[in-house]
């Protein structure tokens, strides 16, 4: 079946300008996560959805970073007047949700450079 | 803060060697470690996980151990193949005894087969 999938897999953006990035869980999954890989290190959590709630949005770094789930599936990561430091590659996961223990399967990212 | 980190930052085996890579943790109400692979390129994918309740798992040709005393968990790849190259990060469930679904990543190891 179909896995997680995330688009665009590339988006380079300018300084001080907005930016959307998609996912698209495995259907059926009720739970969704946010990540962020920085170049050498490992993947950082931002943001949590169980349905169309956030259940957890402690890893938001600030208020520049929203991410939404209105109909329970697709979810979109916004982030406003993007910064240098944003750059990375956005990662999201999905899981059926019924468990803090069911294994999370990424999506192949998406590489936000911001020049 | 809590951590998941690892001893190594690269490995470098020949095809058909045994691989070990290490991970120490921090927080010791940590009940539950995956391992994950990536590949240059892709999202990470789920190669294992192991709960703290068990000492030792095994799956296709990988073993993860789980030592709670020192805090340590190794994952061991048999007939180490090319398709083995790739980065091994540890993970563990956020929150106080991984009460919480985020995950929290290690560095990662780089693993590197020659042929």
């Known amino acids: 079946g179909a896995g997680v999938s995330q688009t665009p897999s590339n988006k380079v953006t300018e300084k001080g300008k907005y930016v959307e990035l998609r996912c698209d869980p495995i259907?059926?999954?009720?739970?969704l996560y946010w990540y962020r890989q920085s170049l050498g290190q490992g993947p950082e959590f931002l943001i949590y959805?169980?349905?169309?709630?956030?259940?957890?949005d402690s890893g938001l770094p600030n208020d520049r970073f929203f991410a939404v789930r209105p109909e329970g599936s697709v979810s979109t990561l916004k982030i406003q007047r993007t910064e240098r430091g944003d750059s990375a590659v956005y990662l999201c996961?999905?899981?059926?949700?019924?468990?803090?223990?069911?294994?999370?399967?990424f999506g192949p990212g998406t590489r936000l450079t911001v020049l | 803060g809590e951590s998941v980190g690892l001893h190594l930052p690269t490995l470098s085996v020949q095809e058909g060697d045994n691989s070990i890579i290490n991970c120490a943790y921090s927080?010791?109400?940590?009940?539950?470690f995956i391992w994950y692979k990536q590949e240059s390129g892709k999202g990470p994918q789920f190669i294992i996980d192991?709960?703290?309740?068990?000492d030792k798992r095994q799956g296709q040709r990988v073993t993860v151990l789980l030592n709670k005393t020192v805090k340590h968990l190794s994952l061991q790849i048999a007939a180490t193949q090319p398709g083995d190259s790739a980065v091994y990060f540890c993970?563990?469930?956020?929150?106080?005894?991984?009460?919480?679904?985020?995950?929290?990543f290690g560095k990662g190891t780089k693993l590197s087969v020659k042929p």
């Open positions: 996961a999905s899981s059926p949700g019924t468990s803090v223990w069911d294994t999370q399967y």
């Open positions: 259907s059926g999954h009720t739970a």
């Open positions: 959805f169980q349905g169309t709630g956030a259940a957890d």
């Open positions: 927080n010791s109400a940590s009940d539950y």
């Open positions: 192991i709960r703290s309740n068990m």
């Open positions: 993970a563990r469930l956020g929150g106080y005894g991984g009460s919480q679904g985020n995950l929290i």
